[in-house]
């Protein structure tokens, strides 16, 4: 109660503070209509490496949640030097307002700690959570708890995340530090721990403490050293050792140890239970989408693009909330980047979705498969079977080229190689296997969206949102 009293009277004082500095600093830009109410409860939803093409070709799989929502706006990505962001810059300017150099997480360029929209809702006495689809010290979550120069200090960006005693910091495991060693550390930190049994996660009725939920690794990396994989994909298929059936099974490389894994979308609802239940004052909830970017990186569309639709589902469950909520709620969704510089055409052909299903189904080794030991002659009696006849002279290099090298894993590389052309002759074509520098969507919807509308730098996320706790 002490406690209480003690936080009213600061926060009143602060509240004070930020009302003088407004009037003083009075410009008449457009944040300023938003400042005089906080929304009760707000979802930061980030698509990760969710370029606008990514959305475009998803909306040919169905009708997306995103789309349901009024306010859309456009993100400028580029780092504080101007150039490409990686992760870890553009998370920090979503989390923390402010643009960095590639690699800083919750730092500015000179390596000053900056604080989190997160971090601000939690000394306001909001609850935090935090979720991902791939590991819980990776940029995107790190940069709402971390601050540290360079992204792979994993062990470190851990053990932040354990002091940060956020409510819920949930991912579908950990980099860089044995699971069994970061359980072992976050009991002695005093968080409540599901690590292995995540049925009793999901039976939880309350959160008693901070809490920490990820799941065990169930993907094995089956990557030889031949392989000729560009720097930016194996970066990016890190994550992949990370559960996600639907994803990892179909992607290039990988070898699924274990099933059976709750979808996003499954943690995301009771994460949404947990932290609304019992709670007056409200919180702050960030989900990403972690894997659409590891699709993009190792161009391929379909896993991109389930990767996508399971994010778009994240989206449900916050609009089923807002919906409940309306006057209460704010839900932004956007990107931290574009990966892979997708490029498709104007308009979709007719059962475009179908058929990049198919062309994943028939090349990543599933049904059909070339094997280490075939010939051009095979190669192109395989590839007409599947409906790719009269190879290009550029297209028939491609396979050439596979076949003289002395990979080990030819397999993989005619199979990815075919699946490129497949997709190619739909007009997807991507453009890098890294991230560019275009502009992401932003879209939003509830208590301040209009705030969040236009053509606007990435930083202005984290800036607007953190205005929200800085002047209670
Ligand atoms: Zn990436």
Same mark, same amino acid.
């Given at each position: 109660m002490k406690k209480l009293k003690m936080f009213v009277f600061l926060s009143g004082a602060v509240s004070m503070l930020l009302l003088f500095q407004a009037c003083a600093f009075t410009t008449g830009t457009d944040e300023k209509a938003g400042e005089s109410s906080s929304p009760k409860y707000v979802f930061l939803l980030i698509g990760d490496g969710m370029g606008q093409n990514s959305v475009k070709l998803a909306r040919a799989f169905g009708k997306l949640n995103m789309d349901a929502m009024p306010v859309k706006g456009e993100l400028k990505t580029n780092n504080v030097l101007n150039k490409t962001t990686d992760s870890a810059a553009a998370a920090t300017a979503l989390a923390c307002g402010v643009k960095t150099v590639n690699g800083a997480l919750g730092m500015d360029k000179d390596g000053k700690a900056v604080e989190s929209s997160a971090a601000l809702a939690e000394k306001a006495g909001y609850k935090v959570g935090l979720l991902t689809s791939v590991t819980i010290n990776h940029a995107t979550p790190a940069a709402f708890y971390a601050h540290v120069m360079k992204r792979a200090e994993y062990a470190k960006i851990l053990s932040q995340a354990y002091g940060a005693k956020y409510d819920l910091i949930m991912g579908y495991g950990v980099s860089g530090v044995k699971e069994s060693a970061a359980a072992g550390d976050a009991e002695k930190a005093g968080l409540a721990v599901f690590y292995k049994n995540q049925d009793a996660f999901f039976a939880l009725n309350a959160i008693l403490k901070p809490t920490v939920v990820f799941k065990p690794f169930g993907y094995e990396m089956d990557r030889p050293?031949?392989?000729?994989?560009?720097k930016a994909l194996s970066d990016a298929v890190e994550l992949l050792s990370v559960e996600q059936p639907t994803v990892a099974a179909q992607a290039p490389g990988y070898t699924p140890v274990r099933d059976a894994v709750r979808p996003l979308n499954e943690y995301a609802s009771k994460a949404i239970a947990l932290l609304y239940k019992d709670n007056p004052k409200g919180f702050f909830m960030m989900v990403e989408g972690g894997k659409i970017d590891v699709g993009a990186h190792a161009n391929n569309t379909y896993a991109m693009v389930t990767e996508l639709l399971e994010f778009d589902q994240v989206v449900a469950r916050a609009l089923e909330f807002y919906q409940k909520h309306p006057n209460d709620t704010l839900i932004v969704v956007t990107a931290d980047h574009d990966t892979g510089g997708l490029m498709i055409p104007e308009k979709l052909p007719a059962g475009f979705a179908a058929k990049i299903a198919e062309n994943n189904t028939k090349f990543n080794g599933k049904k059909f498969s070339f094997q280490n030991d075939e010939t051009m002659q095979s190669v192109q009696e395989k590839l007409a079977k599947q409906g790719i006849a009269n190879l290009t002279a550029a297209e028939k290099e491609s396979f050439e080229k596979i076949l003289k090298s002395n990979s080990k894993n030819k397999r993989t590389a005619l199979n990815q190689n075919a699946l490129r052309i497949a997709d190619t002759r739909l007009g997807v074509i991507w453009k890098t296997k890294g991230h560019t520098a275009q502009n992401v969507f932003l879209f939003a919807i509830g208590? !301040?969206?209009?705030?969040?509308? !236009?053509?606007?730098?990435?930083s202005d996320v984290g800036r607007i949102m953190k205005g929200f706790y800085e002047k209670k």
């Open positions: 050293k031949t392989d000729d994989s560009s208590k !301040g969206a209009e705030q969040f509308s !236009g053509v606007r730098p990435n």
